[in-house]
C-alpha cells in the first residue's frame, strides 16, 4: 500500500514563524528556533518509509535545505487551516492510501511515532496526534474525509475534541497517539526535549 506524508511547513520568514514565542525571546531566536523545528522535522522525515509531500505556506523555495531528492514540494492552497489542509490531502491521497498530515512545530515527533502512526492506519480508520494546546500534531486515515477539516475552530484549545467529534460523527475506528508538545511559548520550549537555552 502506498504511504504518503505531507509535511506543512511555513517559509522562515523574520518576523513571521513562531510569533507568540517571538514575544518570549524576540524575533531572531524565535527564526533560530523554527529553523532548529525544520532540521529536526528534515531528519527524521527522511527515515520514513513513504512518498513525502512538502508543502510550502507562502512560495515554493527550490534551493533550500529540503531535498528534491527527498520530498515532493508543493505550495498551500488559499484559505483557513482546514481548507488548506483539505486540498492537500485531497490532492494527495489517493483511494485506500494511507496518508499522513503533520506540521514543523513539534520539536519531539520522531520517526518512530510517525511509524506507529502508519501501523495504526493498517488496522483503524483514522488516527491522530494531540497537542498539548488543544490541536493536533498528526492527523492521518486511508480515506478522503474532507468532515474531518469542517466547522473546526482553528487555533483554538478545541480543534483536537472538535476533530475527535467529526471522525465519531463519521463512524471511524480511530487511534489516539501519545500527545506532544507543540513549541508556541517559551514554556513549551522548556516543556519539550529541545535544549534550552541554547549554547
Not at 481548507?83 to 506540521?103: H, K, L, M, P, S
Request: charged content about 30%; aromatic content about 10%; proline content about 3%.
Amino acid at each position: 500500500m502506498q504511504k504518503n506524508l505531507i509535511i506543512f511547513i511555513k517559509n522562515p520568514v523574520l518576523g513571521k514563524v513562531k510569533t507568540r514565542l517571538a514575544k518570549d525571546v524576540g524575533d531572531k531566536e524565535a527564526l533560530s528556533i523554527y529553523y532548529d523545528l525544520l532540521q529536526r522535522c528534515r531528519e527524521e522525515c527522511r527515515k520514513v518509509n513513504a512518498k513525502r509531500w512538502l508543502y510550502y505556506s507562502d512560495e515554493l523555495e527550490q534551493q533550500d535545505a529540503w531535498s528534491e531528492q527527498h520530498f515532493t514540494k508543493r505550495l498551500q492552497s488559499q484559505g483557513d487551516l482546514g481548507e488548506r489542509i483539505q486540498d492537500a490531502f485531497d490532492t494527495v491521497n489517493q483511494e485506500g492510501e494511507a496518508t499522513i498530515i503533520i506540521g514543523s512545530d513539534c520539536y519531539d515527533l520522531l520517526a518512530s511515532i510517525i511509524e506507529a502512526a502508519f501501523e495504526a492506519l493498517e488496522e483503524k480508520d483514522f488516527v491522530i496526534g494531540p497537542a498539548n494546546d488543544g490541536g493536533y500534531y498528526l492527523l492521518g486515515s486511508t480515506q478522503f474525509h474532507p468532515q474531518l477539516f469542517q466547522q473546526i475552530d482553528w487555533s483554538t484549545s478545541a480543534v483536537f475534541e472538535q476533530t475527535i467529534a467529526q471522525a465519531k460523527e463519521l463512524n471511524l475506528s480511530i487511534e489516539v497517539l501519545e500527545e506532544l508538545v507543540d513549541l508556541d511559548t517559551l514554556d513549551d520550549v522548556k516543556g519539550s526535549s529541545y535544549p534550552w537555552p541554547k549554547k
